[in-house]
């Protein structure tokens, strides 16, 4: 990994761990596969700590942006999904 994830200098300490979480949970939804209910279970904590939708976007445009994985793409999959294994 090359590049800063997108985070909010507002957030505390274990928010900012937790929004880093969800990144390394999306990189690894196309790098190597993560359970499905593990994915959900991280992206809703996300959602708690990032409950405006125009955030999310914004945050997760970033993030796409810096490592070409797309968010959106991973958690819709993760939604869709019947499977244990997520895989982008």
């Known amino acids: ?3 800063q994830y ?4 507002d ?8 929004v880093i979480h969800f990144y390394e949970s999306i990189e690894q939804a196309y790098e ?5 209910d593990k994915l959900l ?9 990032v409950p405006s939708k125009a955030q999310e976007k914004t945050l997760c445009r970033e993030f796409e942006e810096v ?3 797309s968010s ?6 993760a939604r869709e999904a019947s499977g244990s294994i997520i895989r982008m």
Not at 6 to 9: E, N, S, T
């Open 1 to 3: 990994m090359d590049y």
């Open 72 to 77: 959106y793409r991973a958690i819709k999959k």
């Open 6 to 9: 997108p985070i909010d200098h």
């Open 67 to 69: 490592s070409g994985y």
């Open 32 to 36: 190597r596969g993560i359970d499905r």
């Open 41 to 49: 279970h991280i992206y809703n904590r996300f959602k708690e700590i």
């Open 11 to 18: 957030w505390s300490t274990d928010e900012i761990i937790d």
